[in-house]
């Protein structure tokens, strides 16, 4: 956009950078803005939209130098240019400086009545966030001294760092603020309760929390984040019984369950060796609700047959999620190459191997489109782990296998190299010495 800009038009494109995610196109309009022939930003409104782009594209400074700017032109911040400030120095890792600011603007006869629970809520936050319940607390009760009433935002605010911080002992002590001002605990209230007794691994007081939040009609019912968040606590604790309730439970109140939600069930199953029901709970929840299965649980479905000792099963889903093009975690596919060579499935091991960093000999059917997304990559395999792996089938009933998937690994990794014990194995092979 090379047309001129006018001060209401400036505040719109950077809002909507941000907005949209485009921080490469936001730093070229916020550089425009340092030419001797750029616009002079004259309201409180344009000076917040560019703090909060200062802050988003991780320029604390520019942030700083609009604030000035705004101060020296006399221009009154609004509560909200003064909360843009505020966020964009808490967010960029300086909680103090953002607690200092407020307290500056409250000795500000001029700024005094901007300041809100709102600004205040992003010092709270900041505070919880970096593990500081101390400095949380005092400026919480700073804030209701000079009294400046706080919202249910302010209690879910300390809610969560009491969450984030084991202090779930003193949330009570918080409800009970809240309903001496009259204010109704929120879904986003219990949720974050019960995040923080799940991570206590309290699931009773978790179970609980959910039992009161579905007998209060004035509160939305309990939705998939509250359900998943439960479902974390019960893998957590190995409380598979609990886990398959609650499934039955979210699907009753009409939630759909996610990747994530099947995700955390077959983590679950695995850690109660119940794999034929992780697989059956895939099955059936993929087909009930019309949607694949992503990486995440093909990876969990991996390790609870690997946990189950049954590396054949893993090397099946592994050979699914390359057909469909389902991208595995590095160390997953390591671990499951790895328990096939100690199981003696050499073949099995090489063949998945070769799909898995798309080398040419494996036997695993590549998927319908030519696709290769789903292949892992050689990438995911360092020289030591190739190594090892030449290695161990040097070592092995199938060595012949070894001097082949090594000449074709040089290929692509011209830097793998073996011990000295397995070079010299793969020596008596003539077809491999020159690649010695």
Request: hydrophobic share 40%.
């Amino acid at each position: 956009m090379d047309e001129p800009m006018d001060e209401v038009l400036l505040s719109s494109v950077v809002e909507a950078c941000v907005r949209v995610g485009k921080p490469n196109l936001l730093v070229q309009k916020l550089e425009q803005l340092q030419k001797k022939d750029s616009i002079v930003v004259t309201g409180a409104h344009t000076f917040g939209s560019l703090i909060k782009a200062y802050g988003y594209v991780k320029d604390i400074s520019g942030a700083w130098r609009c604030w000035k700017q705004m101060r020296s032109r006399h221009v009154k911040p609004t509560s909200i240019t003064i909360g843009c400030m505020v966020e964009a120095v808490v967010t960029n890792g300086d909680v103090d400086g953002g607690y200092e600011l407020i307290t500056s603007l409250l000795d500000d006869p001029q700024c005094r009545d901007q300041v809100n629970a709102v600004i205040f809520g992003s010092v709270l936050k900041g505070y919880g966030r970096a593990h500081c319940m101390e400095r949380a607390w005092s400026v919480f009760q700073e804030m209701l001294s000079r009294g400046i009433e706080p919202s249910v935002v302010t209690y879910n605010a300390m809610v969560d760092a009491c969450a984030r911080n084991g202090q779930t002992e003193k949330v009570p002590l918080l409800l009970a603020g809240m309903k001496e001002r009259k204010l109704a605990p929120n879904l986003i209230t219990f949720s974050t309760m019960i995040k923080g007794f799940c991570q206590r691994g309290d699931m009773p007081a978790a179970f609980n929390v959910l039992e009161d939040l579905k007998k209060d009609p004035s509160i939305s019912k309990p939705d998939e984040v509250v359900f998943n968040t439960l479902l974390d606590g019960c893998a957590q604790t190995g409380l598979a019984a609990e886990g398959e309730w609650l499934l039955r439970e979210m699907q009753a109140q009409g939630i759909q369950p996610s990747n994530y939600t099947l995700t955390v069930m077959v983590k679950l199953m695995g850690q109660s060796r119940r794999v034929d029901r992780a697989f059956e709970l895939v099955d059936t929840i993929t087909h009930k609700y019309r949607f694949r299965m992503n990486s995440h649980v093909c990876g969990a479905l991996i390790q609870a047959c690997l946990s189950a000792r049954d590396p054949l099963r893993a090397a099946t889903v592994c050979e699914r999620s390359i057909r469909e093009r389902l991208q595995l975690e590095p160390r997953t596919c390591q671990h499951l190459i790895r328990c096939l060579l100690n199981a003696a499935q050499t073949q099995r091991a090489v063949s998945l191997l070769r799909a898995m960093t798309g080398i040419h000999g494996s036997k695993v059917s590549p998927s319908p489109s030519g696709d290769t997304r789903g292949n892992p990559g050689l990438g995911a395999f360092d020289e030591g782990f190739l190594a090892d792996v030449i290695a161990t089938l040097a070592a092995s009933n199938d060595c012949a296998l070894a001097p082949a998937l090594f000449g074709d690994l040089r290929v692509v990794k011209p830097k793998l190299r073996l011990d000295g014990v397995t070079a010299r194995k793969l020596m008596g092979w003539g077809d491999t010495r020159k690649n010695m």
